[in-house]
């Protein structure tokens, strides 16, 4: 009986810890999706390494990145959703402010002390199997992208949720060779 009691009190430490691995995996899925719209993941294991060497781990992650680019013109975070398990769109037209994935930017922004009226930010998250990024970043979008976008607060900050492959399109991929002297090519 006593061996029931211990597993059941380190349960939610057993869940809270996959599920932050979760996170972390997510995480480093995200780090591998810019690399590859950059042109550089053939690099990933030259990056690891240097990881490995400098803080005892290998994992890629948002920090990590942009630490590594930092030309990159927007500041990154991820999240999972674990409550949504389907795209709760009303949230976008009808409760922006009270959706899942507005809620969780707002709190990873305020865990990192980020002034969204000042710094480009973006909480990137996936719903319905597809990789979203909730930003305020300014850059032009291209006609074909689908976005939502919302205008919150006083000051006015916008909000455009739209998939991240969209918000790479408009980043581009100049942060990449400008702080490596390399073109998409060029790898070593």
């Not at 061996?3 to 691995?21: C, H, K, L, Y």
């Not at 294991?45 to 240097?50: D, G, N, V, W």
């Not at 790479?168 to 998409?184: F, H, I, M, P, Y």
Request: glycine share 6%.
């Amino acid at each position: 009986m006593k061996g029931t009691e211990e597993m059941e009190m380190n349960a939610p430490i057993e869940t809270v810890d996959r599920q932050e691995s979760r996170r972390q995996d997510f995480e480093q899925r995200v780090v591998y999706k810019i690399l590859f719209h950059a042109g550089i993941l053939g690099r990933i294991r030259q990056f690891k390494e240097e990881r490995l060497e400098q803080t005892g781990s290998s994992r890629l992650t948002l920090e990590w990145f942009r630490e590594r680019f930092p030309d990159f013109p927007i500041r990154l975070g991820a999240a999972l959703l674990l409550d949504s398990k389907s795209p709760p769109w009303t949230d976008v037209f009808r409760r922006f402010t009270r959706s899942p994935f507005f809620q969780a930017y707002q709190q990873w922004r305020e865990d990192q002390q980020i002034d969204d009226r000042r710094e480009p930010a973006g909480l990137v998250f996936n719903l319905d199997a597809t990789t979203f990024v909730l930003h305020n970043f300014a850059g032009t979008a291209k006609p074909s992208h689908k976005r939502a976008i919302r205008v919150i607060g006083q000051p006015p900050v916008t909000f455009v949720i739209e998939e991240l492959s969209a918000l790479l399109g408009c980043v581009g991929d100049s942060w990449a060779q400008e702080n490596n002297g390399r073109t998409k090519g060029n790898t070593k």
